[in-house]
Every structure is written in structure tokens, then in C-alpha cells.
């Protein structure tokens, strides 16, 4: 797997959530939003084929 790096901005409650998942399942937090994005562009799927609307 490659990987860019990117910049992007989070709640700092977002940030202390992502910071505790992280020392506690010991993953690294780019692996967990990674995970997310990836869990997000499987539900959905069908956006990125124009299929259907964002958040409708």
C-alpha cells in the first residue's frame, strides 16, 4: 500500500476521541481514519459511480 500525506482539520473533540482510540487499541491514528474513509466510500459506494446524492 502507498500512502500521500494530507492535511486535514478535526474537532478537538474528534481529536481526543481519535487520541484515546489509538492508546488504547494501539493503532495508529492514520490507520484508524484511513479505516474510516475506507468504511465511508463502501457505504458509499454508489456516490462515486453518480448514482445518488450526498447526505440526502
Not at 502507498?2 to 492514520?30: N, P, R
Given at each position: ?30 490507520t484508524?481514519v ?23
Open positions: 500500500m502507498s500512502t500521500v500525506s494530507g492535511s486535514f482539520k478535526i474537532t478537538k473533540d474528534q481529536h481526543e476521541k481519535l487520541k484515546k482510540m489509538s492508546e488504547l487499541t494501539g493503532v495508529s491514528q492514520a484508524i484511513r479505516k474510516a474513509l475506507d468504511d465511508f466510500f463502501k457505504k458509499n459506494e454508489d456516490i462515486l459511480t453518480d448514482q445518488r446524492t450526498l447526505f440526502k
